[in-house]
């Protein structure tokens, strides 16, 4: 199963725990201005979390069970919604992949 995780700049970053995998990442251009980055992340074992971390001076830290993430059963599911989670008809929108997967 698969999830995809975003973190906003300047805003908050999701950093998987023990049992998530990376798979490929991917940087979001808003009119050539990043807004966000996207991780689809393979689970490797149920009743695991994703830590969210705040970019602000607290820093506060919450620790979410994947059960609130949309799952895929495969990478190119996950990939088909990403796509889809950026297209806004004829905004200026792009995502640039920054790891290959493995």
Do not use: H, W
Request: a negative charge; hydrophobic letters at 35%; one cysteine or more.
């Amino acid at each position: 199963m698969y999830i995809i995780l975003t973190s906003k700049i300047d805003e908050y970053d999701a950093r998987p725990e023990e049992g998530i995998m990376p798979i490929e990442s991917y940087e979001y251009y808003f009119y050539d201005k990043k807004k966000a980055d996207f991780t689809i992340a393979e689970v490797v074992a149920d009743g695991k979390r994703v830590s969210i971390v705040e970019c602000d001076e607290n820093g506060q830290t919450n620790s979410v069970p994947i059960k609130f993430f949309e799952k895929f059963e495969t990478v190119e599911e996950a990939r088909k919604e990403l796509k889809q989670l950026v297209t806004f008809g004829t905004i200026d929108t792009r995502l640039e992949r920054v790891s290959a997967p493995l």
